[in-house]
């Protein structure tokens, strides 16, 4: 049987952990990994692996067949995703919620052109959360879904952090209110606001002479990201940063009330719960799935622009139709 053959576009945490996500899955195998940077500058952690440019991948088509896109949702994805959905088969992680529409769009034109499939936002918020929010939605309708965050690690905040003009590096921590989470625990289904919900905690080393009061305040500001959330933000030596604030890790929970009955007397309560050691680890495993996905899909003449909740669970699954008929039971 023929092996899916794995590229990764970007080599940071996420690349990183498609690299080892990709180990644990016998039907798949990585061509390579493909970078702006000079590839000779590039360790990879299994050092047989192979390191291309961008350009290199151009002429890959004939030997990839799934493209993770591990790039950053802020400034890479929006030009990375359309300029290889035009040529390969992909999966990203894309998290700018807000403009996922506008990034489906110009995904879908491309794939769609080259008849190729780009299953976008995977990851899991969005992603493995979006589908359980659909699950619990269509099946208790009457009732509210609340998603809560954290105290973790959010790749995409830290990302944007570090795209701002000034930082060498940063990480920052998505913090849920207590108060939130115990109303919604106690079933009193609360209006929450975004600011209401969670709070956010930025750690921020600099680069020599930048200003500060220029950068909080473009934190603080930023639409999307920070605008809409209390944040505090903490500059730091590089060491503080690697001593007092190690990994990645991260979490989260989407918790729904439902209601059924006459008079809607019965009480439901839907939980889906993530804690998680490495938040790019976890987020690889469902790009290298959704990657699986996207394979059998394509090779059904699927082709286009999909989220992962328009993608049925068999196809993430490496078991056959029979085994997964035995794991029903
Ligand atoms: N949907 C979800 O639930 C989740 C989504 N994500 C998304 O994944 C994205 C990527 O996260 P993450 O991997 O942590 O981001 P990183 O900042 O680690 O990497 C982003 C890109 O930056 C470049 N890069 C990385 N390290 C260096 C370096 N030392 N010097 C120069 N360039 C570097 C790489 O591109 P290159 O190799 O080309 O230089 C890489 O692709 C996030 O922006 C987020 O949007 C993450 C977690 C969950
Ligand atoms: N996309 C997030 C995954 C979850 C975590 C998160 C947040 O902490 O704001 N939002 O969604 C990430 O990059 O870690």
């Known amino acids: 049987m023929n092996k899916i053959r794995v590229g990764i576009v970007g080599y940071g945490n996420l690349g990183k952990s498609v690299e080892l996500g990709i180990r644990q899955n016998?039907?798949?195998?990585?061509?390579?990994?493909?970078?702006?940077?000079?590839?000779?500058?590039?360790?990879t952690i299994t050092p047989e692996v192979n390191v291309f440019t961008m350009d290199e991948a151009k002429q890959m088509t004939a030997q990839v067949d799934v493209m993770v896109l591990c790039g950053g949702s802020m400034s890479d994805m929006p030009v990375q995703g359309p300029e290889f959905a035009s040529l390969f088969n992909t999966v990203d992680g894309y998290d700018t919620h807000a403009k996922i529409p506008e990034y489906f769009a110009a995904m879908n034109?491309?794939?769609?052109?080259?008849?190729?499939?780009?299953?976008?936002?995977?990851?899991?918020?969005?992603?493995?959360?979006?589908?359980?929010?659909?699950?619990?939605?269509?099946?208790?309708?009457?009732?509210?879904?609340?998603t809560f965050w954290g105290k973790g690690i959010s790749q995409g905040h830290?990302?944007?952090?570090?795209?701002?003009?000034?930082?060498?590096?940063?990480?920052?921590?998505?913090?849920?209110?207590?108060?939130?989470?115990?109303?919604v625990r106690r079933g009193e289904m609360p209006e929450?606001?975004?600011?209401?919900?969670?709070?956010?905690?930025?750690?921020?080393?600099?680069?020599?002479?930048?200003?500060?009061?220029?950068?909080?305040?473009?934190?603080?500001t930023m639409p999307?990201?920070?605008?809409?959330?209390?944040?505090?933000?903490?500059?730091?030596?590089e060491e503080e940063l690697s001593k007092?604030?190690?990994?990645?890790?991260?979490?989260?929970?989407?918790?729904?009330?439902g209601r059924t009955g006459l008079d809607e007397e019965h009480h439901h309560v839907i939980e889906y719960r993530l804690a998680?050691?490495?938040?790019?680890?976890?987020?690889?495993?469902?790009?290298?799935?959704?990657?699986?996905?996207?394979?059998?899909?394509?090779?059904?003449?699927?082709?286009?622009?999909?989220?992962?909740?328009d993608i049925a669970p068999a196809y993430l699954s490496g078991k056959s139709a029979e085994e997964l008929r035995k794991s029903l039971i």
């Open 26 to 43: 016998e039907d798949m195998e990585l061509v390579g990994v493909f970078t702006r940077r000079d590839p000779s500058s590039i360790k």
């Open 109 to 146: 034109k491309k794939a769609a052109a080259a008849q190729k499939i780009c299953i976008i936002a995977s990851g899991w918020d969005p992603g493995m959360f979006s589908i359980n929010r659909l699950y619990a939605e269509a099946i208790l309708p009457v009732g509210d879904t609340y």
């Open 158 to 183: 830290s990302d944007a952090l570090r795209r701002i003009k000034g930082v060498k590096d940063a990480k920052q921590y998505t913090i849920p209110k207590e108060q939130a989470i115990n109303a």
């Open 192 to 220: 929450l606001s975004t600011r209401e919900k969670h709070w956010r905690e930025c750690f921020v080393v600099l680069e020599e002479g930048a200003d500060k009061e220029r950068i909080e305040q473009e934190i603080k």
């Open 224 to 237: 999307n990201y920070f605008a809409d959330y209390d944040t505090e933000v903490h500059f730091i030596t």
């Open 244 to 257: 007092d604030h190690p990994g990645l890790p991260h979490g989260g929970l989407v918790i729904h009330h």
């Open 276 to 309: 998680l050691d490495s938040n790019p680890d976890f987020t690889a495993n469902v790009l290298i799935a959704f990657a699986r996905a996207a394979y059998r899909l394509n090779h059904e003449g699927v082709s286009g622009a999909k989220t992962v909740v």
